[in-house]
């Protein structure tokens, strides 16, 4: 279903979906799409209150896209293309070898290179997806290691998982999951998504206590939350 409802000067379009759950969810997303997500049955007067009054939020999300200049793309995943490790962007190099019997990837002379079969898409989607996939498992598991001691409270256990609006969560059980695209990030970036999940170990919430503890560990996380605000929308396949 699409509602609407207007904040100041601005029209605020977006898409609702019901579902069985207590609480509402707004979500912005690239470029431009607002969904909500419902409880079954809530009108759609108290839907529009609750949009409206994320209104100043919506609008900002919806400008910092348009300010890094966002613009939704298609990889083709042919030589040449851009692909992000800590950071750095690496030229995508296929190498065609009749002979194997599955795509091999690494980073070999300041190139991602993949070596394989064939040059089918969804092929080597798969195979540059499950690399990341391996080299995310080793730089947050290393990273996690480091800071967990500068923290009273151990993570139950640590995954890497596939989130689309989330770098990481913490679950009521003391789980950590991180998205695997987080190690397209440069290694303070990672460090803080890192940090901010093990301070959610004791403070569930954002609030100052939780702040403080993000800040007594990282005093400059707010240049890093920046980064990741600016250009966390460029890290995906």
């Known amino acids: 279903m699409k509602l609407s409802t207007q904040y100041g000067n601005k029209k605020i379009d977006f898409e609702v979906t019901y ?11 690239p470029p431009d799409r607002i969904q909500v997500i419902s409880p079954k049955n ?7 209150e609750k949009v409206k009054s994320k209104g100043k939020w919506i609008i900002g999300k919806l400008l910092d896209f348009k ?4 613009i939704p793309f298609e ?13 750095r962007n690496y030229l995508l190099k296929i190498n065609v070898d009749n002979n194997l019997s599955r795509p091999n990837v690494e980073l070999l002379d300041s190139k991602l290179q993949i070596t394989s079969p064939t040059k089918e ?40 998982k596939q989130q689309k609006r989330r770098w990481g969560s913490c679950t009521s059980k003391g789980d950590l999951l991180f998205n695997w695209r987080t190690v397209m990030a440069p290694s303070p970036v990672i460090d803080y998504i890192i ?23 990282l005093p400059d996380y707010k240049d890093r939350k920046k980064w990741l605000k600016d250009y966390g929308v460029r890290m995906d396949l």
């Open 42 to 48: 809530l009108k759609d007067e108290i839907i529009r």
């Open 195 to 217: 940090v901010h999940e093990l301070s959610h170990l004791t403070h569930k919430n954002h609030s100052r206590k939780f702040w403080k503890s993000v800040e007594s560990i």
């Open 121 to 160: 898409q969804s092929i080597l989607k798969k195979a540059i997806e499950k690399w990341y996939r391996r080299e995310a498992e080793k730089v947050i598991l290393k990273r996690v290691e480091f800071y967990k001691h500068k923290f009273n409270i151990e993570p139950r256990q640590v995954k890497i």
């Open 67 to 70: 300010d890094t200049g966002y």
């Open 75 to 87: 990889r083709e995943f042919v030589n040449g293309e851009s692909f992000m490790y800590l950071g």
């Open 19 to 29: 579902r069985d759950r207590k609480t509402l969810e707004i979500r912005v997303e």
